[in-house]
T-cell receptor
């Protein structure tokens, strides 16, 4: 079974631009979560989608948004990029029908650099 | 609020020695606990998880962890370290039955294995 895939793997953007990252979950997984990883703040939860609905959201500004499609693929968007948005963005998928099925499987991440 | 504390940002062991990575959580309800490993320039890989049942959990690559409710701990151990175990390890928790998709991570412990 194919794992979680993320595209692109690397991205360089300029301050003020916007960016869209894509995530394809493991087949059959309907939950997709997004995380930001930085050396200073570590791994922080952005949001989670299940069956096209956002169920949970972390403490990030409104510039960070996401969506999920009917095939469970997910995208996250960051508008008006700031230097501090430079990070590794990780996507994870899970079955998540029940709380005990919350083991998440992570993709390789998208490394975003904002200059 | 749920939090996870990993004691020691860096741990160094000799090849063949015991590996012990410490994790403590704060929670007023039974948590779901996980250990993940991250190799350079890669995503996170699930090592093991505790949801309910047996408190000693065995994972991949010879790792195991014991859930101790009285000590609010979930330490990760491996009897004999291999060079390939060198990586960063994260303890994570899901705080409630409705916190779908939202992992809260510790700050990580970098494991170095010396020949």
């Amino acid at each position: 079974k194919a794992g979680v895939t993320q595209t692109p793997r690397y991205l360089i953007k300029t301050r003020g631009q916007q960016v869209t990252l894509s995530c394809s979950p493991i087949s059959g997984h309907r939950s997709v979560s997004w995380y930001q990883q930085t050396p200073g703040q570590g791994l922080q939860f952005l949001f989670e989608y299940f069956s096209e609905t956002q169920r949970n959201k972390g403490n990030f500004p409104g510039r960070f948004s996401g969506r999920q499609f009917s095939n469970s693929r997910s995208e996250m968007n960051v508008s008006t990029l700031e230097l501090g948005d430079s990070a590794l963005y990780l996507c994870a998928s899970s079955l998540a029908r029940l709380a005990g099925e919350n083991e998440q499987y992570f993709g390789p991440g998208t490394r975003l650099t904002v200059t | 609020a749920q939090s996870v504390t990993q004691l020691g940002s860096h741990v160094s062991v000799s090849e063949g020695a015991l590996v012990l990575l410490r994790c403590n959580y704060s929670s007023s309800v039974p948590p779901y606990l996980f250990w993940y490993v991250q190799y350079p320039n890669q995503g996170l890989q699930l090592l093991l998880k505790y949801t309910t049942g047996a408190t000693l959990v065995k994972g991949i690559n010879g790792f195991e962890a014991e859930f101790k409710k009285s000590e609010t701990s979930f330490h990760l151990t491996k009897p004999s370290a291999h060079m390939s175990d060198a990586a960063e390890y994260f303890c994570a928790v899901i705080q409630s039955f409705t916190s779908y998709g939202k992992l809260t991570f510790g700050q990580g412990t970098i494991l170095t294995v010396h020949p």
